[in-house]
């Protein structure tokens, strides 16, 4: 039987639009409404610069309205309208492969699909990574210099007063004040999904395409991931209203997206072929800007996201659709 090779059937402008497109419409991130296509990050991912600064408006302040008189000498007092700014911080990342046992493995039917399926699956794990190294270095930054206004800490509680709840649910949204009512979705370690699990508070609800079935509490789309922060027994768990985060993904302006790499020599001259794929991505939380204080390469690492030093929230409080509970099981 013939052997099916990588350069066989990639054709790399075809190949890396997939993934481009699949990451951005078709991965758990967006479809749970963690993270929202944000059109200035798209337009701006393959610009030049290592950052980009997008300019915000500022809410109108509460000052008591004038009280109207009929005095022609008495004149109101304009009030100004603040701006403020969040810069955003791109990517630029990379990941290879080695197809010598590849190409034996995928040869046969639907070898190109196989192959999609498997590089798509890295860089939606990748995202989800840096999604939530970017919640965690939020939240550090909240407690280092807001006084953790954003979180609500039962773990030092006793009891079930301490463990994960509806409840403590309804008060960490309650940290959001009257925006509470805005918060669409909830991120959780897996040890506390399997506690709600139990006491029957997922549910599951079909995709608005009807082929999978998403976990819901309470009304609000679910993300598990094992990354979030466990300290000792107390886990963190996000709260988030919709366009909490804002991304964009797309290939390189310059490289290709996708090349093919043939080492003939490699195997004692059997031959090696290396698939290559490079994206451009950036991940930003509403209401915080980014401060470059410790990057030691071109781009952000996940490390480097989860550092609070490297983020400031510009927003108020209300105006920042995210919050926190740290709680036990």
């Known amino acids: 039987m013939a052997i099916v090779r990588l350069s066989d059937i990639i054709e790399p402008t075809k190949f890396t639009d997939y993934i481009v497109q699949n990451t951005m419409t078709r991965t758990a991130l967006m479809q ?7 059109s200035v990050i798209d337009d701006q991912i393959t610009a030049g610069a290592h950052s980009f600064t997008v300019p915000i408006w ?49 040869a046969g039917d639907d070898a190109l699909n196989r192959v999609q399926n498997r590089v798509q699956a890295y860089w939606d794990r990748q995202l989800q990574k840096r999604l939530v190294a970017t919640l965690n270095g939020v939240l550090a930054d909240n407690q280092a210099n807001h006084g953790g206004d954003m979180v609500l800490d039962i773990s030092g509680e006793t009891g079930d007063a301490a463990s994960f709840s509806a409840e403590a649910v309804i008060e960490t949204t309650g940290t959001m004040g009257d925006a509470m009512q805005d918060v669409t979705g909830i991120a959780m370690h897996s040890d506390i ?41 107390s886990y963190t768990t996000v709260l988030f209203g919709r366009d909490a985060v ?15 790499e043939s080492l003939p020599s490699s195997g004692n001259g059997g031959g090696q072929q290396v698939l290559h794929s490079r994206i451009n991505a950036g991940v930003h939380p509403a209401g915080f800007s980014w401060k470059e204080a410790t990057i030691a390469g071109e781009s952000p690492t996940i490390a480097e996201l989860a550092d609070a030093t490297n983020w400031e929230r510009v927003a108020e409080r209300k105006a920042t659709p995210l919050a926190f509970l740290v709680s036990k099981v």
């Open 193 to 233: 999904y399997r506690a709600a699990l139990k006491n029957d508070l997922i549910e599951f609800v079909p995709d608005s395409q009807g082929a999978l079935t998403l976990p819901t509490f309470r009304g609000l789309a679910v993300v598990m991931d094992d990354a979030l922060p466990v300290n000792g027994e």
């Open 58 to 106: 500022n809410d109108l302040s509460d000052d008591e309205a004038d009280i109207i008189s009929d005095d022609p000498n008495e004149t109101s007092t304009p009030r100004g309208l603040s701006t403020d700014k969040q810069v955003v911080r791109k990517a630029f990342l990379h990941g290879s492969w080695s197809a010598m046992n590849l190409a034996s493995e995928i």
């Open 32 to 38: 749970s409404g963690v993270m929202t296509r944000n």
């Open 246 to 260: 804002g991304f964009g993904v797309s290939a390189p302006r310059v490289a290709e997206g996708t090349e093919v």
